[in-house]
Structure formats: structure tokens, C-alpha cells
Nanobody, 119 residues
Framework: QVQLVESGGGSVQPGGSLRLSCAASGRGFTIYDMVWYRQAPGKQRELVATSDRTRSPNYADYGKGRFIISRDNAKNTVYLQMNTLQPEDTAVYFC?????????????WGQGTQVIVSS
């Protein structure tokens, strides 16, 4: 089994920054894509940014120029640096990983970390 644990959420004023982390733990697994999603109250979960094993990033339009996804394959960890945060970035941020374990590809989710942007 693989576990994903997010950290780094919190409250910040508009214009501020936060850095989220998501660490995968377990044994004998290989992670392919690592993805950040978010879900605001009353809204559907939406993609924030993706990173494949080559660490090639992709971003939702609202995150381009503000968010940076990075990844440490040796630590099975993905990060999301969020800058110039705005109230509309308030959401629970979830980590997702596409994992190969015991010859099987499966999706894993973290429990989420809350981000609140408010003055």
C-alpha cells in the first residue's frame, strides 16, 4: 500500500505565499504522474498542476506565473510553491499519484491540506 501525506497548508493574507508538500510512503512502488488538485467550498475538484517522472510541469491557466510544481523522485515527494495568493485560491489542496505497485497501476490520493487566503 502507498500513503500520500500533504503538509504546508494554512492561512495567509492576499499576496502571500505558501509551499505545499506531498510525500509518498510505502515499499516497492514507482510513481509516475504526481498531481495537485484543489476543491473550494461548493465547487468541483479541479486540477492545479501536474508533474511527470521527467519533472515536466503543466499548470492550470489560473496558476501559470504564480504556482510552481517541483518534485524530488528520490524522496517520492512533490511540492507546490504558491505565490501571489488570492482569496479565490482558498480551497482544500489534494495530492494525487499514479503508482505502479506489484505490477499494477493505481491512483492514490492524500487527505488534503487546507489553504485559506483572507485579509
Amino acid at each position: 500500500q502507498v500513503q500520500l501525506v500533504e503538509s504546508g497548508g494554512g492561512s495567509v493574507q492576499p499576496g502571500g505565499s505558501l509551499r505545499l508538500s506531498c510525500a509518498a510512503s510505502g515499499r516497492g512502488f514507482t510513481i509516475y504522474d504526481m498531481v495537485w488538485y484543489r476543491q473550494a467550498p461548493g465547487k468541483q475538484r479541479e486540477l492545479v498542476a501536474t508533474s511527470d517522472r521527467t519533472r515536466s510541469p503543466n499548470y492550470a491557466d489560473y496558476g501559470k506565473g504564480r504556482f510552481i510544481i517541483s518534485r524530488d523522485n528520490a524522496k517520492n515527494t512533490v511540492y507546490l510553491q504558491m505565490n501571489t495568493l488570492q482569496p479565490e485560491d482558498t480551497a482544500v489542496y489534494f495530492c494525487y499519484a499514479d503508482v505502479l505497485l506489484s505490477y499494477r497501476r493505481s491512483a492514490y490520493w492524500g487527505q488534503g491540506t487546507q489553504v485559506i487566503v483572507s485579509s
